[in-house]
Nanobody, 126 residues
């Protein structure tokens, strides 16, 4: 079992930056491929970014490519999402997710993730 807890959300003006963190516990963090998803009011939860267990492979949604950066620090059991040039349409609850330890590569579909956090709110004002 893996527990994941997000932090770092908040209110920011358009064009600003935020860094989200995802702390994990329960098993060896380095064995898990990780991802970020988000859900805006009235919309489906959507893929944002994913990272392989080694950190060597990354994948981003087209809407955030070039503005967001996903990274991990296996020594701290923590994953990050650096969000720059934020737009009002980035407003959503952001969720951290971990794949099962049997899967090491990036994944973009919700069903491919076994463990989820409770989410952290990001609000971008115009």
């Amino acid at each position: 079992q893996v527990q994941v807890v997000e932090s770092g959300g908040g209110l920011v003006q358009a064009g600003g930056s935020l860094r989200l963190s995802c702390a994990t516990s329960g098993r060896t963090f380095s064995r898990y491929a990780m991802g970020w998803f988000r859900q805006a009011p009235g919309k489906e939860r959507e893929f944002v970014a994913a990272l392989s267990w080694s950190g060597g492979s990354r994948h981003y949604a087209d809407s955030v490519e070039g503005r967001f950066t996903i990274s991990r620090d296996n020594a701290k059991n923590t994953m990050y999402l650096q969000m720059n040039s934020l737009k009002p349409e980035d407003t959503a609850v952001y969720y951290c997710a971990a794949r099962s330890e049997y899967y090491s590569d990036v994944a973009t579909a919700k069903y491919e993730y076994a463990y989820w956090g409770q989410g952290t709110q990001v609000t971008v004002s115009s």
